[in-house]
């Protein structure tokens, strides 16, 4: 029989807004799908649609969702959801973190239903507690003061710092941060040619091991020649949305990959994707879009599962940015022994949705 696929977009307040180089976020703007068999088992998927990472906005999610969901109904098992992937993949291109929220929702179903986990289900290896990264946003000097203080005090040490644009502020906070653990930037794109990012990152070298997208995505040519300048490790995450980017990545660059789970298109095209960077010898961070919940801080947690050297994990901040979450047990990195282990144990995801958010499905017409 068919599952019931249902999906809705649930804007979730910031306990502060966010900003970068490219967008500043008061809201998450996510799509989350709801699975359900006749047995009453439920599945749970999300996606986070950023025209500035891929194209895709949430209108054309929620299209995609809209034609879609009736199909994706009748995938029963593993290799069909494959099968289906593959057949589809210019399809999921445009709409990658719609699929995500589809396939993350019908694996965690089908998982529960042969009752095991998600890992077991995809031959991975079961999840461990990860060190989250502290990520600082490019906000005034009051939300960074605060920001430092929240993360040292749950002794988080590695950073990624948003770049701001001005250059005495950042320099000033890689120089404080680099005081207490590893730190890297996030430019957002922000400069528009090589000269312009080298004049920019050259003060920061001495505090800073890596870049984020210093130039815009893809101009390989320009980051070739901030690092061959400024020796920073470059770390790829518009640049590298599907497995065929790799290809285009200078040889012997030194590159990092920011692996996000919705901006692939789902655990499979992720977890696809990672190999073919660990083929190449290339460093990996599990990263996060701005906003997500705990379904996809789960899901991050599958893939870093098979990483033996991960540079940074950016997902799981759950509550510590939302004003509410949609599971239980809520996910945020650094989860302890305990909740690890009911994890590992539990079947699919191990995520129940919250009477909040079981409350705004039913209120959905089938």
């Not at 593993?78 to 699929?99: E, M, Q, Y």
């Not at 599962?305 to 940015?321: C, D, H, K």
Request: aromatic residues 6%; proline residues 5%.
């Amino acid at each position: 029989m068919p599952f019931e696929l249902r999906f809705l977009s649930l804007p979730i307040a910031f306990r502060q807004a966010f900003s970068h180089a490219s967008a500043s976020r008061k809201f998450a703007e996510n799509v989350i799908v709801m699975a359900r068999d006749q047995e009453g088992r439920v599945g749970l998927g999300e996606g986070c649609p950023r025209p500035y990472v891929t194209g895709e906005t949430l209108e054309a999610a929620q299209s995609f969702l809209t034609a879609h969901l009736p199909l994706l109904s009748n995938i029963q098992d593993l290799d069909g959801l494959r099968s289906w992937s593959t057949s589809n993949k210019l399809v999921i291109d445009l709409c990658p973190s719609a699929f995500c929220a589809a396939e993350l929702a019908l694996l965690d179903l089908i998982a529960q239903r042969d009752g095991v986990s998600v890992e077991t289900l995809l031959g991975l290896p079961p999840i461990i507690d990860q060190p989250l990264s502290a990520v600082y946003s490019a906000s005034g000097g009051l939300a960074f003061s605060a920001q430092h203080l929240a993360f040292r005090a749950r002794g988080i040490r590695d950073a990624k710092l948003k770049i701001s644009g001005n250059s005495a502020r950042d320099m000033s906070r890689a120089s404080q941060l680099s005081r207490f653990g590893s730190v890297r930037v996030d430019a957002n794109n922000l400069w528009r040619d090589a000269a312009q990012a080298i004049k920019a990152l050259t003060p920061l070298t001495p505090f800073i091991w890596a870049v984020e997208e210093p130039c815009s995505p893809k101009d390989w040519a320009s980051m070739t020649s901030i690092q061959t300048t400024t020796g920073l490790t470059l770390i790829a995450d518009e640049s590298v949305t599907k497995v065929e980017d790799l290809e285009e990545i200078p040889t012997g660059l030194k590159v990092a990959i920011n692996l996000r789970v919705s901006k692939h298109g789902g655990l499979i095209r992720t977890l696809d994707l990672l190999r073919a960077a660990q083929n190449r010898g290339l460093d990996v961070i599990i990263g996060a879009q701005v906003g997500e919940t705990s379904i996809l801080a789960r899901a991050a947690l599958s893939v870093a599962a098979i990483v033996p050297r991960l540079r940074g994990f950016e997902a799981g901040y759950g509550t510590w940015l939302l004003q509410f979450d949609v599971t239980e047990p809520a996910i945020k990195a650094q989860l302890g022994a305990k909740l690890i282990a009911e994890l590992q144990a539990a079947p699919g995801l191990g995520l129940s949705p919250s009477q909040r958010l079981k409350g705004e499905f039913e209120c959905l017409s089938v």
